[in-house]
């Protein structure tokens, strides 16, 4: 009895060493598991509000490190991912035109071949892809575009969103001393006007938001005129309101009507304690002196 005993004992304390030992290997494993370094070519997320949607942008942004990048890193002639690392992806969430070609709401890949004098740029519908699985069979977008050299460096490879306006913008690409750049635009009209008529129809009417849209857009401004009465007998107190509806009348040539409903707007102004239409009032009622 005492042998098994004895025989029992080192096999108990074999078996902990064991487990001891899986224990460390683990935790160090689990340890090494858990080091996180910077990404050599960063990620990044831009999102652009653009028409009446928006644009998402995701890219990676390799460093220059004192080499030598277009016509060496990234060859001419040669379909370039435009970035590093997975496939640099845009998604629109409207319909738009790049370089004056229809592309419809969706998520694609961005490719681009660049060149010394021309570049192409590619819309491609892998957007799954790595960077460099590239199809030309699943292009579904090419624009031609003109390089041009900047005064100074960019280290980072950079695309950004320039020039935005209510219907159109610059997507940009930047690195070393080269930008390349491509018109983007969005048809906000319609759609606009289908929500004007639409909503029209409705009790609580938008007349301020629809007057305001005709008279920024250049529209019929007798209706925007009309759309501002209408926005006035909903709150009698509303001096933005008669401030556009002065806007609106200094546009059509009717300058007493113009300053008399810029004044009108400014009493409101001052009672409401608003100093910014206050000052609005002036400047309008003093450029039609």
């Known amino acids: ?123 491609n519908k892998g957007s799954a892809n790595w960077g460099t699985e590239y199809k030309q069979e699943d292009d579904i977008v090419r624009v031609k575009a003109t390089p041009v050299k900047l005064d100074q460096t960019v280290e980072s490879f950079t695309m950004q969103f320039a020039n935005v306006k209510s219907n159109s913008t610059d997507l940009q690409l930047m690195w070393d001393k080269t930008l390349v750049s491509v018109p983007i635009a969005t048809d906000i009209d319609k759609k606009i006007m289908a929500q004007i008529d639409a909503t029209m129809n409705k009790d609580n009417r938008p007349y301020f938001q629809a007057a305001m849209y005709y008279l920024e857009s250049g529209k019929d401004l007798n209706q925007a005129l009309t759309w501002f009465d209408k926005a006035i007998e909903q709150n009698q107190n509303a001096y933005w309101v008669y401030h556009q509806k002065a806007n609106a009348l200094a546009k059509l040539g009717k300058k007493s009507e113009a300053k008399s409903t810029a004044q009108k707007s400014m009493d409101l102004a001052k009672t409401a304690n608003n100093a910014d239409y206050v000052k609005l009032n002036e400047k309008l009622i003093a450029s039609l002196n």
Not at 4 to 20: A, D, G
Not at 40 to 63: E, M, V
Not at 100 to 107: D, F, S
Request: glycine share 8%.
């Open 1 to 123: 009895m005492s042998f098994i005993t004895f025989v029992q004992k080192p096999s108990y304390m074999f078996n902990k060493l064991i487990l001891f030992s899986c224990f460390c290997c683990t935790v160090l494993i689990a340890d090494a598991q858990t080091i996180k370094t910077p990404q050599p070519s960063p990620t990044q997320t831009l999102k652009q509000d653009f028409g009446i949607s928006s644009i998402d942008l995701i890219y990676s942004r390799p460093g220059m490190k004192g080499r030598k990048i277009f016509g060496d890193l990234v060859p001419y002639g040669k379909v370039w991912r435009t970035g590093a690392n997975s496939a640099t992806r845009i998604k629109f969430s409207d319909d738009v035109t790049i370089g004056g070609q229809l592309l419809k709401a969706g998520e694609y890949a961005i490719y681009t071949v660049p060149g010394e004098k021309e570049w192409e740029f590619i819309i």
